[in-house]
């Protein structure tokens, strides 16, 4: 079992729609979970952060967070083209008191037809 | 003013030699990291050093040799390259606060994307 798994996708998206994305982890000792977003050829850029059961809103973003179920996920409301990327999620195990070990999963990819 | 910076941004060399990619970062932050990124797009850490001391190593064959003269650069040396070796080497640093280390993501550099022929 990889130890944190997102659906490939294409995730095909109408513009103005919602996105749904999903990530289940492995590791119960997890202690903070990422979205990033990565468009083609460039870098990962940091979207969302979040800690805590519940819900997270930033913006057009809101991320999810279940530990019980080991379970987060990144909604993109009133999606739009530019919002068509590849979405990571990671989750952070902390090694020492000042390392961290970030995972990622392989990613959804979005499609955001206008 | 770039935030993670590393060179070169493309590298393209033949199996056998030896190679190196530079990385610096301006944030003051005290962990940088090498990942690497396969043509899968999987994003998996290589290195990771907290001032200048190697913290995580994951099972990178021994050809990788990462060097950290101090924080704020993060090098990584690569011996007798090999095919498998292509795919995109992207430099990372966090700011890790002993209190809640939890609560630092990871800055991207832009990537040095690697193909060995």
């Known amino acids: 079992q990889k130890e944190v798994e997102q659906n490939s996708g294409p995730l095909s998206v109408p513009e103005g729609a919602i996105a749904s994305l999903n990530c289940t982890y492995s590791?119960?000792?997890?202690?903070?979970f990422f979205w990033y977003r990565q468009y083609s050829g460039k870098s990962p850029e940091l979207i969302m952060s979040?800690?805590?059961?519940g819900d997270k809103e930033d913006g057009r973003f809101t991320a999810q967070l279940n530990k019980a179920s080991q379970y987060v996920s990144l909604l993109i409301r009133d999606s739009q083209p530019s919002d068509s990327a590849t979405y990571l999620c990671?989750?952070?195990?902390?090694?020492?008191?000042?390392?961290?070990?970030?995972?990622f999963g392989g990613g959804t990819r979005v499609l955001v037809k206008p | 003013d770039t935030a993670v910076s590393q060179t070169p941004k493309y590298l393209v060399t033949q199996m056998g030699n030896d190679k190196s990619i530079k990385c610096e970062q301006n944030?003051?932050?005290?962990?940088m990291y090498w990942y690497k990124q396969d043509s899968k797009k999987f994003l998996k850490i290589m290195f990771s050093?907290?001032?200048?001391?190697?913290?995580i190593n994951e099972t990178v064959p021994n050809r990788f040799s990462p060097k950290s003269p101090d924080k704020a650069h993060l090098n990584l040396h690569i011996n007798s390259l090999e095919l498998g070796d292509s795919a995109v080497y992207f430099c990372?640093?966090?700011?890790?606060?002993?209190?809640?280390?939890?609560?630092?993501?990871?800055?991207f550099g832009n990537g040095t994307r690697l193909t060995v022929t």
């Open positions: 990372a640093s966090s700011q890790d606060l002993t209190s809640r280390s939890f609560d630092s993501p990871l800055h």
């Open positions: 590791d119960r000792v997890s202690q903070s």
């Open positions: 979040i800690y805590s059961n």
């Open positions: 990671a989750v952070n195990i902390m090694i020492k008191a000042a390392g961290n070990k970030l995972t």
């Open positions: 944030l003051g932050h005290d962990t």
């Open positions: 050093y907290n001032n200048k001391e190697l913290i």
